[in-house]
């Protein structure tokens, strides 16, 4: 319309040329990996590594499933990052309620501002008191642990995705169930959670993707392999002398493949509210 | 009798006030409860133990320091070299993310087919544990069997195997480039979703005036995406700064110090050596750098949100 037929013809090719680098600049690393998940030993360690697999195997992921303790990692995973969810979303959704309807009061209002610092507080500088607290109520080395901090560094911006998805719905719905006498409670579980879970999807998922993926606390509170989650675990396939490569990218593929595979299904969801959450905070 | 009247009304509408009062502090309570126990408490033990004698193991070791935890931390030979790591950390990641990610975003934001196929695969790194993302690259660049290197000797660009981690004054860059990887897409979808709420007409007009495209992206795209730029920039500077994960997984620190920043030095002090007052002392220059830049931060943006109306 505004250019040239050449013109935009031009442009085309160079937007799709660069769009194409960016790609794959972008998961050039993830087609390794799967590339060297499935090589077997003798192709791993060569000095001259190829993109065709001779002889694919699936004997790195056997051996991780089998042999190690991966499948416990995983489930210890999946428990912690599951409950701190929950929690963080019921948390967020009773907070996000408050901020939306009641922000006129001086409560809601320092609350806001306490949440928006909260959010900037990074948890390296907490570490030592958080390992101490922990260490306290004899904490350390159990999901709890895990389970109290993931929810806690979550807690502002879930709570700012939810506000802002309220702030869309129109205060007369509940206007209605009011003069039926309902109570607040009630009019949050029947009137505006209903209307509410495509949010509730995509704040949960940041959530559990937050969860899934932290490393620090996970490395630093939990020293038994019994609770051991899988991103510090996966600091363990590599040793000290010698690193099983093959093993260690079959183990990568396995800890992204669930994160990937929910991702890809509610990607529409998740960056939407992602967006809506930070711009409000 | 109207006074009787409106003093009904004042009192029903008082305890109607009072009750939404009530209802509003019960919804806040148990995010107040996790926010005051593990963010606000801690960060006032943080500063409260770096003026304390204080250590994790042996717990005998107690009383005021004064400033002596300071004065450890500031005359450990790794400290000004883990500041300026920090610094060089934390302006090279976030201009090279930022770089990138207005570049994918403009990309993005044209009227091209496969928009949401390219959207997603740009995404992807964002996606996966840094753990996951630093043990692959590690793998990728590794100086004996790493695919990097072999294209790089294959095709001449170099004679021998670079040993990008290993090697002090190539590892900060390496570690630089790989943390950019991984953060830009943040950026490519929040300024993604700034262009798209750009009306078109405006770019039509210019058009029309005879700008050509480097013009209006300069004059009309760049100046819209000012908050948002001013928000993902500041916001990183603060994620990067403090990030731990990323050169723990990478490097620890190494080789020799090279890449060891504040928080490395935090862990270092807390995890290793156990001095709980030198940690929380590094950990309470960090947090008064931060909220110097907060400040700074908060008046700029409403200075924009001002100008904004």
Redesign the interface.
Known sequence: M??SKKQTRI??IV??F??AL??I??????V??VI?ALKPKAE??????TFYIKNATFENFIKVLFDTGFVGFMKNSLVVSVFSTLISL???I??G??LS??SR?Q??KV?HI??L??Q??????????????MQKFKLLDSYYSLI??Y??FV??LC?FMMSSFFDTIPYSLEEAAEVDGCG?LKTIFTIIIPVSIPSIISTGLYAF?SA??E??FGY?FISVDKFKT???A??LY?GANITD?GG??AT?VL??LP??VI??FL?KYY?SG??SG?VKG | MPSKNQTEIVKRKLSRDQR??V???L??M???I??LG??????V??VF?SFSYSH?INKTLSGFAGLNNFKKVVSDEHFTQALINTVVWTVFSVLGEYV?GL??AV??N?D?KGRTV?R??????W???????G???S??L?P????LN?LLVNFHFIKTPINFLGDKNIAMASVIFINI?RSF?YYT??IL?ALQSIPSDI??AA??DGAGMFKRFFKITLPQLKSVSL?LVF?HI??TS????FI??LTQGGPNYATETL?LM??RY??KLFD?GA??AL?TI??IF?TVL?VFYYKKRSQLSESAM
């Open positions: 505004l250019n442009n085309h937007t799709y660069s769009l960016f790609s600049y972008c998961l050039f690393p993830f390794w990996m060297s791993i360690r060569t000095a001259n590594p019921v948390i967020a009773f907070a309620y408050a309807r009641y009061q409560y809601v609350t306490g949440m610092v909260s900037m507080v990074p948890g390296v500088l907490l570490l030592v008191p958080l390992y101490l607290i109290l901090a929810t806690t807690i502002p709570t607040k993707i899934w993926n490393f620090m630093t899988i991103t510090p996966i600091m590599r490569w260690l990218m990568s800890a992204v994160v990937t991702f890809l990607q960056m992602l967006l930070s | 939404s009062k209802t509003a502090i919804l806040l148990p995010a107040v996790f926010l593990l963010i606000a408490y801690p960060l033990k943080v133990d994790l990138l570049g994918s990309l993005l044209q091209i390219f997603i695969f740009i995404f992807i790194p996606l996966v544990p840094i753990i996951v993302a043990m692959t690259w793998w990728i590794n004996d069997f790493g695919i072999n990887w897409p979808i929040s979703a770019q039509e058009s029309i928000v916001i603060i994620w403090i990030n731990f994960d723990w997984i928080p935090i862990y807390s995890m709980v940690a929380s950990s960090m947090i931060m907060f």
